[in-house]
């Protein structure tokens, strides 16, 4: 049986001090977005070496 394709779209995760996009996630498209991911997540800076906020970016 062939699966059926999920409505999932991919975002990027920007850090809001050094503006660099660091991660990528996959976001449920027909439930609309988490509050969660609105509001941002506290995700590591590899540039800045410490814990900041990241914000959603879409390419």
């Known amino acids: 049986?062939?699966?059926?394709?999920?409505?999932?779209?991919?975002?990027?995760?920007?850090?809001?001090?050094?503006?660099?996009?660091n991660y990528r996630t996959p976001v449920n498209v027909k439930g609309g977005m988490p509050e969660k991911l609105k509001a941002g997540l506290k995700k590591y800076c590899p540039r800045l070496r410490k814990h900041t906020l990241h914000k959603i970016k879409r390419k």
């Open 1 to 21: 049986m062939a699966k059926k394709a999920q409505a999932v779209e991919y975002v990027w995760l920007q850090c809001t001090e050094c503006k660099d996009l």
